[in-house]
């Protein structure tokens, strides 16, 4: 049982660039969400996807684009890569999205755009 | 809207000692309360939880009540150990599906 598996684990992009961070979850999770994490800052929400079929702005969506491909997949993309978005992308599930339920973290992604 | 706010780091302790880590929310609903934990280098972790007012999460010698009355949700552990160096996060579900907002996080460092 992996849990939540991220790829890559570290990205270096020039500006103008794309690319798209994959995440997989193995525990038949409905729900996915994609943070970064800044120093300061704590997590902040991008994207979320409450089921399979559906996805939402998060806090601070702009420059990013999501897709849920099915419901172990849930991917972030870049469009075209600024140095404002050099952070730590995480991606996150859980069972129901409810408020009683907890999220499970991936390992990360390190994201440098130079 | 929800919020938490959580003590600013970083906290440097000797082992035994004890810790606290207050940690305060806003919320419009009736939230769920969370204290996550991040060693160097992975991601998040849920370390405990409490669901509802008054009820009390524990885990690996860390606690935390849930606190309506003064909003509150603070980390506590009589005797840290050098292994428990690492970011702890508060985060508050805000009463609202999907939603879970975290604090800025709290640096620890247990030296020997």
């Known amino acids: 049982n992996a849990g939540v598996t991220q790829t890559p684990k570290f990205q270096v992009l020039k500006t103008g660039q794309s690319m798209t961070l994959q995440c997989a979850q193995d525990?038949?999770?409905?729900?996915m969400y994609w943070y970064r994490q800044d120093p300061g800052m704590g997590l902040r929400l991008i994207y979320y996807?409450?089921?399979?079929?559906?996805?939402d702005k998060g806090e601070v969506p702009n420059g990013y684009n999501v897709s849920r491909l099915n419901k172990r997949e849930f991917s972030l993309r870049l469009e075209s890569a600024a140095p404002s978005q050099t952070s730590v992308y995480f991606c996150?599930?859980?069972?129901?999205?409810?408020?009683?339920?907890?999220?499970?973290f991936g390992p990360g992604t390190r994201l440098t755009v130079t | 809207g929800d919020s938490v706010t959580q003590m600013e780091g970083p906290v440097t302790l000797s082992e035994e000692a004890f810790l606290t880590i207050n940690c305060t929310y806003t919320?419009?609903?009736?939230?769920?309360l969370f204290w996550y934990v991040q060693y160097p280098g992975e991601g998040l972790q849920l370390l405990l939880k409490?669901?509802?007012?008054?009820d009390k999460g524990s885990n690996k010698g860390f606690e935390a009540t849930y606190r309506k009355e003064t909003t509150s949700f603070h980390l506590e552990k009589g005797s840290v150990q050098v292994s428990d160096s690492a970011v702890y996060f508060c985060?508050?579900?805000?009463?609202?599906?999907?939603?879970?907002?975290f604090g800025k996080g709290t640096l620890l460092t247990v030296n020997p």
């Open positions: 996150a599930s859980s069972e129901r999205g409810t408020v009683v339920d907890e999220q499970y």
């Open positions: 525990m038949n999770h409905n729900s």
């Open positions: 996807s409450a089921s399979e079929g559906t996805t």
């Open positions: 919320a419009t609903g009736y939230p769920s």
């Open positions: 409490a669901t509802k007012a008054d």
């Open positions: 985060g508050n579900s805000g009463g609202s599906n999907y939603k879970l907002t």
